[in-house]
């Protein structure tokens, strides 16, 4: 039997904000939360900016034992998931934690710490690091903590795709549910790389912009990095109906390729079958999607070929689709950014309001679809999907629809 799959919860920190009703309403605002990166030796580097969390304080959140355990991705994670399972107003016990699981996206996982204790033993010539530090920087960290704060004892693990990580996570996690092998499932993703080490080894790519993110626009000239996380109370339609939860939008498809052509490069064949997918997966008609959040990084490669990918699916329904990126805002959260992406789909579905493309200066013909440039929008969506294209040539696309 095959069932419905809704949100009842949502939780995130991020450049934007701290918490949901804040990141929704900068997003609205077309606000940037793209600045100067606060870090250590951030003057080695050639790229100094990012999507940083700032006025984040981690005692304010948690105690020095806590701190000791948790690596920044980690922090990030168990704030989110506090206030999307406080909007849930879910508790576990009994055949119920059995039934509930944990599946999230990672990238880099305590790439923080990793950073700090190699510049231990090797820069400061340490021979002794804190016994906790493999289980701070294992990429399962997160939701391991998040499975053992609110007692989560069915399905719990953790999916490392590059920039996909998070989207194939909520995959899975919508797949777990609809099969009914859980009937609750905590799910999204996390990143915090904007550390000397992980900004160092993205300079490396060369695909990175020293002054904006500018998704679509003729002038774009790479991406910005950002940190935080986006966590989703998945649950079973009639579960979450039963106990009269709100309900925020219904997961109604999810599909996943490989281009199996390129470690860096993009391909439109792999991208176009992942949204087409996504599509057949959710009985969707093309006519019936409005909003589409693309992946969107501001590199030249990745907004042409995504929208190529776009108009092969949808042929002449292309021209009356919106499509903006958020990452002109919060950043690429990597592994996170699927999670923190998915707020402007159910915010779309919700409240009517398309977040924007900001940072839009110049028509590119290769990207000529309508963007969103620079203003938010109002308008009705039934249908919206989000795009994650990955290196290494893995893709995953969820359809989200309205609220049953």
Known sequence: MSHRVVITGAGTINALGHDVPATLEAMREGRCGIGPLDIRDVERLAVKIGGQVTGYDEHAHFNRQQISLYDRFTQFTLLAAREALGQAGLSFSGDMADRSGVVLGTSGGGLNTQDENYRAVYEEGKNRVHPFIVPKLMNNAAASHVSMEWNLRGPSFTVATACASSNHAMGQAFQ????????????????????????????????????????????????????GAGIFVFERLDHAKKRGAEILA?????????????????????????????????????????????????????????????????????????????????????????????????MALRDGVIAPTIGYEEFDPECALDVVPNEAREARVEVALSNAFAFGGLNAVLALKKAP
């Open 176 to 227: 777990m549910i609809r099969s009914g092998m859980a009937d609750v499932m905590i799910t999204g993703g996390s990143e915090s790389m904007l550390c000397f080490g992980g900004v160092k080894a993205w300079e490396g790519l060369r695909v990175m912009s020293k002054d904006a993110c500018r998704p679509f626009s003729a002038t774009r000239n790479g991406m910005v990095q950002g940190e």
């Open 250 to 346: 219904e997961v109604a498809g999810f599909a996943m390729s490989s281009d199996a052509s390129d470690i860096v490069m993009p391909s439109k064949q792999g991208a176009a079958r992942a949204i087409a997918g996504a599509l057949r997966d959710g009985g969707i008609d093309r006519g019936q999607v409005g909003y589409i959040n693309a992946h969107g990084t501001g590199t030249a490669a990745n907004d042409k070929t995504e929208c190529a990918a776009v108009a092969d699916v949808f042929g002449a329904q292309a021209d009356k689709l919106m499509l903006s990126s958020t990452k002109s805002m919060h950043g690429h959260l990597i592994g996170g950014t699927g999670a923190v992406e998915l707020l402007a789909c159910i």
